[in-house]
């Protein structure tokens, strides 16, 4: 039975409204709270089953609180090497049966620090995390991220996007893209470079991704409706 995890990371007003949209086929699922991610968990009424963090970005009392409803707390100290969302993919990269894992509150696109979106996105680059980044999705409200390896790929509309945006995240080679309002032949590029607002044709017509080396995020995005 494979396992579906739920990770909050700290960031400010995640986007927890759309945790049902990604459990519609999970056979179990484990929810993971990253500082001030698990008491967005509890707030919102989900569980926690693991909590992790140095937990600066809580009150002694809202500690209190966590300690009392989570199943298992680990606070580490803030003197260290990882984040504490570093620490959390450490932990779900040796889940033996982890077949998805949804990431939210790590771009921090209703706010939050620069340095830590820069920070989040580049962990696609660490060699530790290079078999679990394929399958997670980072999601906030008006973007959802997804990290992919060499290969060919047929990238679904998703829940009503306005734009997919194709980004190369390092060198890349013939980096293709069809079925799109935009298409591109194969391209060889030797810097990353990020093609940005594009669109389906229609609701029903993935686009068609290929590459052969190198690696590529890929973001749905809707339109910030306050920008």
């Known amino acids: 039975m494979g396992v579906t995890v739920i990770i909050c990371a700290g960031a400010p007003h995640p986007a927890l409204e759309l945790i049902p949209t990604y459990l519609d086929s999970a056979d179990q699922v484990y929810f993971i709270g990253v500082d001030r991610g698990a008491y967005h968990l509890m ?17 002694a009392s809202e500690y209190e609180e966590l300690q009392a409803y989570c199943q298992q707390i680990e606070r580490v100290s803030s003197h260290k090497d990882d984040t504490d969302l570093e620490l959390a993919l450490a932990y779900v990269s040796q889940m033996p049966n982890m077949t ?21 996105l580049w962990l696609a680059h660490q060699p ?39 980004i190369t995240m390092s060198p890349v080679k013939g980096l293709k893209i069809k079925q799109a309002v935009y298409n591109l032949s194969p391209t060889d590029l030797d810097y990353p470079k990020a093609y940005i607002s594009n669109e389906f044709i229609d609701t029903s017509t993935p686009i068609q991704l290929e590459f052969h080396s190198g690696m590529v995020c890929v973001m749905w995005v809707k339109e910030c409706e306050k920008c």
């Open 100 to 120: 998805a894992c949804y990431i939210f509150g790590a771009l921090g696109s209703s706010g939050g620090r620069l340095d830590h979106l820069i920070l989040n």
């Open 128 to 166: 530790r995390f290079s078999s679990l980044i394929p399958r997670c999705l980072m999601i906030e409200s008006d973007t959802v991220v997804q990290f992919f390896n060499p290969g060919v790929y047929q990238i679904q509309p998703g829940t009503n996007p306005q734009y997919l945006s194709i």
């Open 43 to 59: 707030q919102q009424g989900y569980p926690v089953d693991w909590a992790i963090g140095d937990f600066d970005s809580v009150t």
